[in-house]
Structure formats: structure tokens, C-alpha cells
């Protein structure tokens, strides 16, 4: 591991002074991980674990203010999380192993980073080593070649076909959250869809956070009246596995048609995938099977597999008509 | 006769600890950046390090009679946070010259010398390095020590001691929930955790719950008797 400067922040405007081209720690299972693989070299940690952004708050107009550095199983078994925001809780509680989960936070999952194995790979993106444009832009991605089974068929380019690899992101993209920084230039909110980028010509940018910024709340809005949520994670073993493909529905049905509804995927994108194609076919429709097949077939009609994961669309396809029948029930 | 103990055997030996000349608390302890001094004693860590370094001479005849290998330039560079004090088992220990780097786990193992903690992947998918962190489970290998001043760390060690075993440590050993013992303290420690744990109360909710702890050996079925007995008498 490359050697580091260690600066402990006692408060977010020290943080941010100290910001410059470090990076921030929280839980640290991302970022220790793969400065351990060479991936990540900051010169300069900040360890941001001091800071109080802890809390889970409701907000005035309804809606709940999560920290960023609320822990992924404080999160998911808040009284509240688990009553409104069920999509939230049982996503997190499939993703990790619990000791993950004690340490991981709410802005460390945000900056989750891909588990593509060339891109964890310790020489990819140097010379000798495997392509990876993510890692070290120009240099290629193996992936394409390579052992592609775990890969992305949605929001792909030819230069990265990496998975976002966080379930508690796909709730949260469902919930449509709002995600709250602060920087050299002040705060800004960033909705959920903006936060997360597609890879394109620029696989390196993984998300809209400019230098020195630092995630400071998620605010997931007040919960539609009436509606029911849920997340379903298909994997290769039953529990502490990577999703093969997931699915995050929010959903209010009257008198049998469906009248709000929120559809986002992982597993299978690039990106937390919000389907707003599968969101139209299901809109004002009747709830029922030959509906959610159809909003099924809109989700995946863009999909682009690789050599591998071919069998991932008619999973995701599968598993989200599953979803819908159980939000919808 | 008596004075000639078979050193396999020693490890049985009621332990006598190593004096130290130190002017801290009783509850404190300074710990190096130097290894410890040779033992005296004959420890199952030294008897297989000694092993290790039979085995690379054997093939290095020449090289025998060198002295140990000097330390890596790159330990000495590393030097430069400065003393950090953490809080083990209700003990301190203040530790000089710690690198930045170390996790949280080498500190343990390395510095400190608890080594009831083992090193399994190293990344946070086996769990054979779990310790409670202000009550609660987290992977040691993922985290610097250096960033745990303040904190109350537990592990294996201050859990329960021969004589003393927490009911966890004694229903594993009741229930025979392992084979080879290498996940094992990390398993009672994830298993400990949990009894605090809201998680529900079946054995599907211990095995989901269990599930950062890999066993290679697949002591499973038996882990999870161990987990039941004691979920049931709390």
C-alpha cells in the first residue's frame, strides 16, 4: 500500500480546508480494500468519522434526513426506514455481511465503487497489466474480452461495462432521493438520477461531485399516501453475494390500476438504474401479469449483453416482474 | 525430571507473563515499533516462524549463517503519525511511531500481539478478523488503527480466558462449532454481536445474521447450535 497522510477532522469545515486532493474516510470498506489493491493512492486521508452527521431526522414537510455518516445498519433498522421506506431497509440488509454494515455509511455507499475484477485487478491500467478505462482512461477494458458474467447489459459504453455494485442506491433511486454536498463553492443538492453517471467516454467519472465536496445528508422525501415498496435481490448464493440482478418498486395501486409508481434496477447497469421506460408501461395500467411483463420487456429493451451475462436480462426481467406482483399485492 | 518440560508441551503450562519495566498505569502498555524480544518460552507462533525460516535455508546453504533480514525500507519511511493510544479489552496501549496503514488487525496481531484475531482474506469477506468496535462487529482488516483512538475495542481475548469463557466460547466448544479453529474466534465474535443484534429468531435469522463468516472447514450446522443454545438462555 502506498504510505498517506492521516488528518482526523473535527468538524465538516475542517474537513473541507483539509479536502484539496485527499480523499475522505468514513467506514472505509471501499476505499481500505482497494488502496490495499493499488486501486485507490490517496496522498491524504481525512477521516471524517468525527463528524456530526449521525442523525436520521424528520424533515418538516414529512420525509426523513439521513447523515452521511448514519451506518448502513443504523439505516436499515430505523423504526421509521422499516415502516415507510421498506424498499431502503431490506435493500440494505441484502447487500454486505453485517460487520460491513456496522462500518459502512450512508455517503461511503453513495461512492461505492465497481467490483469489475479488472478493474480490482492491482496492475490494471498500467503497463503489463489488464486494460481498464475506468482505472486508467485510454488503456482498454479487458472486461469486454474477459470474463464478463457479473457485468452490466444496461447504461454500458465501449469503454466500460462495469456494475454499480450497491443495493441500498438502487432503493434510493427509487425513493427518489436527494443528495445534499458541501464544498469550496458552498452546498447544492443533487437529485438521485444526477448523482450517479453513466461511464460514455469517461468511464472515470463515476458521479457528480466536484473536487473538495463532501456528501453531507440524503434526504429521501415524504412517502406517496398509500404506497408499498419493496426490493428484491437475485444472486448467485442467498445471502453476502453482489446482486446478479435486483429490483426496487414503489407502488400504490387503486382499485386494482396502478396510479404511482417508481422502478429501479441493479445488478444490471452501470448506474443505480431508474426504469422510467418500465414506470411508463406500468402507469394507469391494470395490476396485473400481463402488465408487469410488459413493463418488464420496456426495462430490458435497451439492454446490450456481453459474452457471459446474457442470462441477465431475462433474470432482471424475472425478478422484476416478481417485485411488482409483491409491491402491488 | 521436572525441569525438562517437552517445549511441544509448554503451551499447556499455566502462562507466566513476560515482566515488563515500564512506568506507565498497570492498565497501560507501551508497545514498540521493535518486535518483541526473543522468548523464552516456545509459543506455537515462534515454533512455526521457526519453521518458515528452516524451510528457506534449507534451499540457501550459503546464506545461513546471515544475520535476520534487516526491516524494509519502506516501514521506516512509513513512520510519521506519530503515538496513538487505543483501548483494548479495557487496556491501553499506546503505540509509537504507528504507520498510518496498519490496520487495525496487524496493529492487533503485530504490535499488540493478540493474535486470537486471525488474518483470513485480508478483505473483508471472510470474517475471520472480526472485533467489536464500541460494542458492535466490525472486519478489522478494513480499517486503520490509527483511526480508533477513543474507541473500545474487543477482542477474542477479552471476551472470556480459559476458566472464564464467555457462554458463547463455552457452547462453541460444547456444540464442537469448528474443525480446524481458524474462523473460530471471529465466528464467536460475529455470534456475541449478534445476541444484540434485532435480528429474528429463527435459525434461517443466525445463519443470515452469520453470514460474513465463512468456515472453510464447514462447521456450520454446528455453529448454529452453539448461536441457539445461548440465544435461547439470554
Not at chain 1, 111 to 118: F, L
Not at chain 1, 191 to 215: C, R, S
Amino acid at each position: 500500500m502506498e504510505t498517506f497522510n492521516y488528518v482526523k477532522a473535527p468538524s465538516i469545515d475542517k474537513a473541507l480546508a483539509a479536502a484539496g486532493q485527499a480523499k475522505f474516510i468514513a467506514g472505509g470498506t471501499t476505499l481500505v480494500d482497494l488502496m490495499k489493491l493499488n486501486v485507490e493512492t490517496p496522498k491524504t486521508l481525512v477521516d471524517i468519522n468525527l463528524l456530526p452527521l449521525d442523525k436520521i431526522e424528520k424533515l418538516p414537510g414529512g420525509g426523513l434526513r439521513i447523515g452521511a455518516m448514519v451506518r448502513n445498519s443504523d439505516l436499515a433498522w430505523n423504526a421509521e426506514v422499516q415502516n415507510s421506506y421498506t424498499v431502503l431497509s431490506e435493500a440494505i440488509l441484502s447487500g454486505a455481511s453485517p460487520q460491513l454494515r456496522n462500518m459502512a455509511t450512508t455517503g461511503g455507499n453513495l461512492m461505492q465503487r465497481t467490483r469489475c475484477v479488472y478493474f480490482r485487478e492491482p496492475n490494471a491500467g498500467t503497463a503489463g497489466g489488464y486494460g481498464c478505462n475506468k482505472r486508467t482512461p485510454g488503456t482498454g477494458c479487458a472486461a469486454m474480452e474477459g470474463f464478463n458474467r457479473m457485468h452490466a447489459v444496461l447504461g454500458t459504453s465501449e469503454h466500460c461495462i462495469a456494475t454499480h455494485p450497491s443495493d441500498m442506491c438502487v432503493a434510493m433511486a427509487a425513493l427518489e432521493a436527494v443528495i445534499h454536498v458541501e464544498g469550496p463553492k458552498g452546498k447544492r443538492a443533487i437529485a438521485f438520477a444526477d448523482f450517479h453517471k453513466v461511464p460514455g467516454n469517461t468511464p472515470h467519472i463515476e458521479n457528480a461531485l466536484e473536487p473538495g465536496e463532501l456528501i453531507t445528508y440524503v434526504d429521501l422525501p415524504k412517502l406517496v399516501t398509500g404506497a408499498k415498496s419493496t426490493y428484491l435481490k437475485l444472486r448467485d448464493r442467498s445471502s453476502y453475494e453482489f446482486a446478479l440482478a435486483s429490483a426496487a418498486v414503489v407502488a400504490r395501486v387503486e382499485g386494482g390500476q396502478i396510479r404511482y409508481i417508481r422502478v429501479a434496477m441493479g445488478g444490471v447497469g452501470t448506474k443505480p438504474w431508474r426504469s422510467h421506460e418500465a414506470e411508463a408501461a406500468l402507469m394507469g395500467k391494470p395490476a396485473n401479469a400481463v402488465t408487469f411483463k410488459a413493463a418488464a420487456e420496456a426495462a430490458l429493451a435497451k439492454a446490450r449483453p456481453q459474452k457471459h451475462n446474457a442470462f441477465k436480462v431475462e433474470l432482471a426481467k424475472r425478478c422484476l416482474v416478481r417485485a411488482l406482483k409483491t409491491a402491488t399485492a | 525430571m521436572t525441569d525438562t518440560i517437552n517445549p511441544h508441551l509448554r503451551h499447556l503450562l499455566p502462562h507466566s507473563r513476560e515482566k515488563t519495566t515500564s512506568d506507565l498505569a498497570p492498565d497501560q502498555q507501551s508497545v514498540d515499533l521493535e518486535p518483541l524480544p526473543e522468548k523464552r518460552g516456545f509459543s506455537r507462533r515462534s515454533f512455526l516462524s521457526g519453521l518458515g525460516a528452516t524451510g528457506l535455508l534449507a534451499g540457501t546453504a550459503p546464506l545461513a549463517a546471515t544475520p535476520a533480514v534487516e526491516p524494509a525500507q519502506e516501514q521506516s519511511e512509513a513512520v510519521g503519525t506519530g503515538s496513538a493510544t487505543l483501548r483494548i479489552n479495557g487496556k491501553d496501549y499506546t503505540l509509537r511511531n504507528l504507520d498510518p496503514r496498519a490496520t487495525l488487525l496487524d496493529t492487533l496481531r503485530e504490535r499488540i500481539h493478540l493474535t486470537g484475531t486471525k488474518k483470513g482474506c485480508d478483505h473483508g469477506q471472510c470474517g475471520a478478523c472480526t472485533v467489536h468496535i464500541n460494542g458492535r462487529r466490525v472486519n478489522s482488516c478494513l480499517t486503520f488503527a490509527v483511526m480508533h483512538e477513543g474507541d473500545e475495542i474487543t477482542t477474542i481475548e477479552g471476551l472470556g480466558q480459559p476458566g472464564n469463557l464467555h457462554p458463547m466460547q463455552a457452547a462453541f466448544v460444547e456444540h464442537d462449532g469448528y474443525q480446524c479453529g481458524y474462523c473460530t474466534s471471529g465466528q464467536i465474535m460475529s455470534a456475541t454481536a449478534l445476541l444484540k443484534e434485532p435480528i429474528g429468531p429463527s435459525d434461517d435469522d443466525v445463519k443470515q445474521a452469520m453470514s460474513g463468516n465463512i468456515c472453510r472447514c464447514g462447521a456450520y450446522t454446528n455453529i448454529v447450535a452453539a448461536v441457539r443454545q445461548v440465544r435461547s438462555r439470554v
